[in-house]
């Protein structure tokens, strides 16, 4: 009998110990790694619809996730090393928006899931085997939508019917403008316009970018936002300054910079439903199996201070179909 409430009193002290043991072992809090090739201050209201979502699925940050930033600022040679020290961390996973970041990621491991938060074209950037079946490591969203590029266009010429020569800028490091680049100009030809392509790396060759353009009298200058972000503010006055009707693929520039016009996919929706897929990478999901997304919402945005600035008047038919009008 004596034997028996020994071994009962022996097992009911060692479940004691272990139990409390293990609840003096805190749970592991997942890491998210942000990866940023421009500056926050650019990127911040997409970052910031990430994390909303993520505060929707149920995430506390400092409680069940927590955050990892770096940023880039722009130059581009940072990225390698600042995935790489993602990868030290041991995050459980990264997100990013630019196909630079992505690419440095992906080279930084092949093992840390990596998601996508928006870029251009995976499958052509060596990023995933296919838009069904990423395979690999990586996954996400992309901003590939057919003939976005000729829309944009087509927009610019119902806008200003007289423009006959469209400068865009554009950094030929970037995979992604190069793609994007190649479809501008295909699509300037169908329209009658004439394209003047002009390539920038750094701040020098925006402001020589600027001067050529209005030396060639350019009707309009479109400029991607992800690349030239940074310099909205100067595009927007020099465009001012010179009369040059601005025009971005995101709303940004519009709302805070005075551009005339955007169209193009809605980022922040697109930073939103990438939360989901870390979500679901947290749930044991893997990348390889989660197709990629492309963009289902699209904005146009039209500033009318902007445009009696420049002495523009604003067709109808483009107003009644702006998702924003800034009066």
Do not use: C
């Amino acid at each position: 009998m004596r034997k028996k409430f020994f071994a009962l009193t022996l097992s009911v002290m060692l479940f004691a110990v272990s139990f409390s043991a293990g609840a003096q072992q805190p749970k592991k809090v997942p890491r998210i790694g942000i990866l940023v090739s421009t500056s926050l201050s650019v990127t911040n209201e997409a970052v910031e619809a990430f994390r909303q979502r993520l505060r929707e699925l149920g995430y506390v940050e400092g409680k069940n996730i927590a955050f990892e930033f770096r940023v880039a600022e722009n130059k581009l040679d940072r990225l390698p090393d600042l995935a790489a020290e993602l990868v030290r961390l041991k995050v459980d996973a990264i997100i990013t928006g630019s196909t630079p970041a992505v690419q440095a990621a992906k080279r930084a491991t092949t093992t840390i899931p990596i998601v996508m938060g928006n870029v251009s074209d995976p499958v052509a950037m060596g990023l995933v085997a296919s838009l069904a079946r990423p395979g690999g490591n990586v996954t996400g969203l992309s901003n590939l939508a057919p003939d976005l590029a000729g829309k944009r266009l087509e927009l610019l010429k119902e806008t200003l019917p007289k423009v006959i020569r469209v400068a865009y800028i554009w950094d030929p490091r970037s995979p992604a403008l190069t793609l994007i680049q190649k479809e501008m100009q295909a699509a300037a030809q169908a329209l009658g316009l004439k394209l003047q392509s002009l390539e920038v790396r750094n701040h020098d060759e925006l402001a020589k970018a600027f001067e050529s353009a209005v030396s060639e009298r350019a009707g309009a200058l479109i400029v991607p936002a992800p690349m030239f972000g940074p310099y909205r503010k100067e595009l927007a006055e020099f465009a001012e300054k010179k009369k040059l009707p601005l025009i971005f693929d995101t709303k940004g520039p519009v709302e805070e910079a005075g551009a005339l016009m955007s169209y193009g996919p809605d980022f922040h929706d697109m930073w939103r439903r990438a939360a989901t897929y870390v979500d679901k990478i947290l749930k044991g999901a893997k990348p390889a199996d989660l197709p990629v997304e492309q963009p289902t919402k699209f904005e146009l945005v039209i500033n009318l201070k902007t445009a009696k600035q420049l002495g523009l008047t604003i067709p109808q038919s483009v107003l009644y179909r702006a998702d924003k009008v800034i009066r």
